[in-house]
Nanobody, 125 residues
Framework: QVQLVESGGGLVQAGGSLRLSCAASGRTFNNYIMAWVRQAPGKGSEVVAAINWSGGRTYYTDSVKGRFTISTDNAKNTVYLQMNSLKPEDTAVYSC??????????????????WGQGTQVTVSS
């Protein structure tokens, strides 16, 4: 059974940085795509970033390109989201998600089968 446990959320001022972590267990993740999905109050969910665990290919939604970086640590079975130059509009619950697959492109939340509990990120102006 896949388990995803997030950590690292919190309150930060605009322009600041946070790093989210997602500890994954229960499977060998070589053929999985891992993602960070966020949902802001009153808005739909969106895939912020995704990565092919084995090959390292990545996807970013346009609004975070150049500011966020997704990465994996295979030894620790952990996925990270480094968030820099944070903006108030980045405020949301961020969840780690996983799905089987190899191709990373045009990612949608509905594609993902496994989810963490989510962590709150609040960016003050």
């Amino acid at each position: 059974q896949v388990q995803l446990v997030e950590s690292g959320g919190g309150l930060v001022q605009a322009g600041g940085s946070l790093r989210l972590s997602c500890a994954a267990s229960g499977r060998t993740f070589n053929n999985y795509i891992m993602a960070w999905v966020r949902q802001a109050p009153g808005k739909g969910s969106e895939v912020v970033a995704a990565i092919n665990w084995s090959g390292g290919r990545t996807y970013y939604t346009d609004s975070v390109k150049g500011r966020f970086t997704i990465s994996t640590d295979n030894a620790k079975n952990t996925v990270y989201l480094q968030m820099n130059s944070l903006k108030p509009e980045d405020t949301a619950v961020y969840s780690c998600a996983a799905r089987t697959g190899w191709v990373v492109q045009d990612e949608l939340p509905t594609q993902y089968n496994y989810w963490g509990q989510g962590t709150q990120v609040t960016v003050s102006s």
